[in-house]
């Protein structure tokens, strides 16, 4: 028998909008507009368009288990305490493209009543996540959720992976259209005066030290002047703006990677040293001029949505 789609926070059609979701255990079925979505390994399934297919593996997602916990503890949780230290109540956050869940898990150990979206296959890693009942598989780019239904949106090196051709550095025609809809569907969800955050590689940055690396190997990939898979400030500035943003900011990016393989050896140190040293300067409130420049790796930028 169909009933209401049940959900910690309420949902509407990805298609048309309208709150109309209902199921029956296995399929989902909007009474408005008559789409049809399903229940995937026990999780909410509601992509609209195609799922992304990616090359992680076993190792890799622990890794990125590993890496992603960091990142949240040291950089994401430190970053939503400041913003919402007067918020009084449980702050609501969106993750998009949150990868293995871990960092809703986090999210949710620290207080805050978090969501988080995937349309790949990291989702493998979601029956080990404690707030699995808070994970959806759902397109950035057409979001279940109501107009203003966040306090803050934000997403860990996402950008690059849309517009590309399947899961590599090769962006398609459509990439700045693709990474504009899935930035209007971010603020669009963001409630009046709520957050948007992002981060990845740094486009001006001679090397992407965090994409297409063997595992193993410290070799960075090139970063070559004229491609277009990683954004700069600018375009990020661009699209937020086109996208409704008013404020749009690089923040200080120091601590966001907490080096979990290279610092088990001395090689990875060594090696590693300048790319932290450049994390650490570019952070320096007196050098923020530098956030953009080719010597910073990693860009997080934060925008705001306009009102209240
Ligand atoms: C590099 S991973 C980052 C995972 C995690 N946020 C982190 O910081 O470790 C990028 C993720 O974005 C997801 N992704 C790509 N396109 C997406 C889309 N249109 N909607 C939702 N997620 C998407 C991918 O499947 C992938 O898991
Ligand atoms: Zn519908």
């Known amino acids: 028998m169909m009933q209401a789609l049940a959900f910690p926070i309420p949902l509407v059609c990805p298609s048309c909008r309208a709150a109309a979701l209902q199921s ?12 049809e979505f399903r ?31 960091h990142t949240v503890e040291h950089y994401w949780i ?21 990868g293995t869940g871990v960092e809703v898990d986090k999210l949710h150990e620290a207080g805050f009543d978090a969501v988080g979206i995937e349309i790949g296959d990291r989702t493998r890693s979601w029956p080990r996540r404690q707030a699995r009942d808070w994970l ?65 590689p740094n486009r001006h940055f001679p090397f992407d030290i965090f994409h297409g690396r063997e595992p193993g190997s410290y070799r960075p990939r090139v970063n070559w002047p004229g491609s277009h898979f990683l954004l700069s400030v600018s375009d ?33 140190l060594l090696l590693g040293a300048p790319v932290r040293l ?3 300067l570019t952070s320096l409130e007196p050098m923020r001029f530098l956030r953009g420049s080719v010597l910073a790796p990693w860009l997080v930028v934060h925008a705001t949505k306009p009102g209240a």
């Not at 809809?181 to 009046?192: D, L, S």
């Not at 749009?248 to 601590?255: F, I, L, R, T």
Request: proline share 4%; charged share 25%.
């Open 24 to 35: 029956d255990g296995i399929t989902i079925r909007c009474a408005a507009c008559e789409s």
């Open 39 to 69: 229940i995937t390994e026990g999780f909410v399934d509601l992509i609209l368009g195609e799922r992304f297919t990616d090359d992680s593996d076993e190792t890799c997602q622990c890794y990125e288990e590993v890496s992603n916990a």
């Open 78 to 98: 430190p970053l939503f305490k400041r913003l919402f230290a007067d918020l009084g109540r449980r702050p609501r956050i969106l993750a998009v493209g949150c």
């Open 136 to 200: 959806m598989l759902a397109n950035g780019m057409h979001m279940p959720f109501a107009d203003d239904s966040f306090d803050a949106v934000f997403c860990g090196c996402v950008f690059p992976h849309l517009g590309v051709v399947g899961d590599s550095f090769v962006v398609t025609e459509r990439y700045r259209e693709d990474r504009l809809a899935m930035a209007r569907e971010m603020v669009r969800v963001a409630r009046p005066g709520g957050h948007i955050v992002t981060s990845s």
């Open 236 to 268: 990020y500035r661009t699209m937020l703006r086109d996208a409704g943003c008013d404020r749009v900011a690089a923040e200080p990016a120091d601590g966001y990677w907490g080096f979990v393989r290279s610092k088990h050896s001395l090689k990875g």
């Open 278 to 280: 450049l994390f650490w």
